[in-house]
């Protein structure tokens, strides 16, 4: 199984988040890639068994462009993305929070429930990121 990790980290912590989902998924046995956003030519996600895209949210429940610009790149809905992020309840409290997760999530028909993370996953919230990672394992359909 491949699994390709591309994500969009301003300040870390989406990008903590993302090496959490590496190691895990390595330590699982999985070839895992990772892809920064904005950095290099974009992979070609049909190699992958699995899409794992991160965001932050901004600017009131927005999505980054660079975010956007990728999904355009990918140019159409693979069957299994699943969609991690980072953000911050002090922006606006629970209706805005992790806005993009949410919003990718619907748009990709994602199986699985986004993962939200306020700032750095270390400490109690890095439990969340590991029963994520289960519920993605469990569902990845792989049309090798
Ligand atoms: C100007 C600004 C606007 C933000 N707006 C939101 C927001 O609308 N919703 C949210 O959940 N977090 C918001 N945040 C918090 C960031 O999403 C959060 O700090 C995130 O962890 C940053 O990710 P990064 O460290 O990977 O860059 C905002 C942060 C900044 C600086």
């Given at each position: 199984m491949r699994i390709l990790i591309a994500y969009l980290s301003y300040s870390g912590n989406t990008e903590e988040v993302a090496e959490l989902l590496e190691r895990r998924f390595q330590q699982e046995g999985i070839s895992v890639d990772m892809y920064e956003i904005g950095f290099g030519i974009v992979p070609?996600?049909?190699?992958?068994?699995c899409l794992c895209l991160g965001t932050f949210t901004w600017d009131y429940g927005r999505t980054p462009d660079e975010v956007k610009d990728f999904v355009a790149e990918v140019g159409y809905k693979p069957d299994n993305v699943a969609i991690f992020g980072t953000g911050d309840t002090?922006?606006?409290?629970?209706?805005?929070?992790?806005q993009a997760v949410d919003k990718l999530a619907r748009f990709y028909h994602s199986k699985w429930p986004g993962l939200k993370i306020?700032?750095?996953?270390?400490?109690?919230?890095e439990r969340y990121v590991n029963e994520w990672i289960e519920g993605v394992l469990e569902d990845v359909t792989v049309f090798a």
């Open positions: 070609n996600v049909r190699d992958y068994d002090q922006f606006g409290g629970d209706a805005i929070y992790c306020e700032q750095s996953p270390r400490g109690h919230q």
